[in-house]
T-cell receptor, first 116, second 111 residues
């Protein structure tokens, strides 16, 4: 089946630094990738949708200059948390979908970001 | 936009019993309804999904039912096992829009 690889699984960074999270589709071409944020004991909140070769579409309330998303190829999307602060600490999850159909979403294993 | 409500938020069952989780959605145009299982510290894993042209789908101990008129769908897990303990999320989508998730149900299967 479809596999999405997300790295790193855990990262600790200092306040003010930037962190990059990678999301790769290993055996399919991901036309669209989604980035979610999940706080403890809560649901997944969509941050942005990215299509290969175009700018990401951010959800209301998500700062595009703080959460930089790049989807440069059909198999790779990256999320960079810039100038991280403790309140950015969270579980970040990517999801990839092949084609335009609204099914076949595959999720990565998530990245636990801790900002100290 | 779409709104998905999920109940209950927590559910405890004895091993071997059945568990039922229910979701309602608001957008009648939604046509895809997946269920995900999330274990602690991991990403969600698809366990079963259903499209709006089908009323029921079953995969071994897991089944999903969909009532389009009432706009609700349910997950049924029979013969529960301790390894079924996890958080379960329902979701809905239409067209090529992103999935909208319910708030999750924490299922505990007591041995």
């Amino acid at each position: 089946g479809a596999v999405v690889s997300q790295h790193p699984s855990r990262v600790i960074c200092k306040s003010g630094t930037s962190v990059k999270i990678e999301c790769r589709s290993l055996d399919f071409q991901a036309t669209t990738m989604f980035w979610y944020r999940q706080f403890p004991k809560q649901s997944l909140m969509l941050m942005a949708t990215s299509n290969e070769g175009s700018k990401a579409t951010y959800e209301q309330g998500v700062e595009k200059d703080k959460f930089l998303i790049n989807h440069a190829s059909l198999t790779l999307s990256t999320l960079t948390v810039t100038s991280a602060h403790p309140e950015d600490s969270s579980f970040y999850i990517c999801s990839a979908r092949a084609g335009e159909a609204n099914y076949g979403y595959t999720f990565g294993s998530g990245t636990r970001l801790t900002v100290v | 936009g779409e709104n998905v409500e999920q109940h209950p938020s927590t559910l405890s069952v004895q091993e071997g019993d059945s568990a039922v989780i229910k979701c309602t959605y608001s957008d009648s145009a939604s046509n895809y309804f997946p269920w995900y299982k999330q274990e602690l510290g991991k990403g969600p894993q698809l366990i079963i999904d259903i499209r709006s042209n089908v009323g029921e789908k079953k995969d071994q101990r897991i089944a999903v039912t969909l009532n389009k008129t009432a706009k609700h769908f349910s997950l049924h897990i029979t013969e529960t096992q301790p390894e079924d303990s996890a958080v379960y999320f329902c979701a809905a989508s239409k067209g090529n829009t992103p999935l909208v998730f319910g708030k999750g149900t924490r299922l505990s299967v007591i041995a």
